[in-house]
């Protein structure tokens, strides 16, 4: 079956760090450009970053650039997120997803909570 | 940067009804837009994609439209399986957007 799964969201405290991952199966992981989005409790949805198929290019949203660093390994058909320095505003469900017109495919998420 | 706006925020209706979402962009992004649908707990699920693309197994009771900064999501006729929240999501560059949202709910 072709799926994302996200694993690694918990409870930080703030200025803590998170190793986010994001296990792909059945399609062609290096090939396909990736990204995180995330979702604050009751909010939209915002876009954190994305990576190029071979992770040569990586773009971020402002407010976490600098803090949070994506990555993909190719041949464990996986992707990354780790955030450093994590604030209160950074608790949200975090999505990885398939880029290809539109996100295609999304994982079920996984939840970040920074908090004291 | 990119930013999008929705309208409305939130559209109460009826089955059988006919919904439309616009979507603005503050710039120009050509056609380089998706429409989602979002369920309480669930990830978003892609509708449509370059504006006017519909994704496979998606109804055919919904249909984008729009260019440049303007664009809609159309349902001709809401069925119960449609009630949820609508972002749209811009991919004009390498740095996406979304919309704030339109929650379709149940008059």
């Known amino acids: 079956e072709v799926n994302l799964v996200e694993s690694g969201g918990g409870v930080v405290q703030p200025g803590g760090s998170l190793r986010l991952s994001c296990a792909a199966s059945?399609?062609?992981?290096?090939?396909?450009?990736m990204t995180w989005v995330r979702q604050a409790p009751g909010k939209g949805l915002e876009w954190v970053a994305n990576?190029?198929?071979?992770?040569?290019?990586?773009y971020y949203v402002d407010s976490v650039r600098g803090r949070f660093i994506i990555s993909r390994d190719n041949t464990q058909k996986s992707l990354y997120l780790q955030m450093n320095s994590l604030r209160v505003d950074d608790t949200a469900v975090y999505f990885c997803?398939?880029?290809?017109?539109?996100?295609?495919?999304w994982g079920q998420g996984t939840t970040v909570t920074v908090s004291s | 940067d990119v930013h999008m706006t929705q309208s409305p925020s939130t559209l109460s209706a009826s089955v059988g009804d006919r919904v439309t979402i616009t979507c603005r962009a503050n710039?120009?992004?050509?056609?380089?837009l998706a429409w989602y649908q979002q369920k309480p707990g669930k990830a978003p699920k892609l509708l449509i994609y370059?504006?006017?693309n519909l994704e496979s197994g998606v109804p055919s009771r919904f249909r984008g439209s729009g260019s440049g900064t303007e664009f809609t999501l159309s349902i001709s006729s809401l069925q119960p399986d449609d009630f949820g929240t609508y972002f749209c999501?811009?991919?004009?560059?390498?740095?996406?957007?979304f919309g704030p949202g339109t929650k379709v709910d149940m008059k």
């Open positions: 990576i190029k198929h071979d992770g040569s290019e990586t």
């Open positions: 999501q811009q991919y004009n560059s390498y740095s996406y957007t």
């Open positions: 710039q120009s992004i050509n056609t380089w």
């Open positions: 997803a398939r880029v290809w017109s539109g996100l295609d495919l």
């Open positions: 370059k504006a006017s």
């Open positions: 059945e399609f062609s992981f290096d090939r396909s450009w």
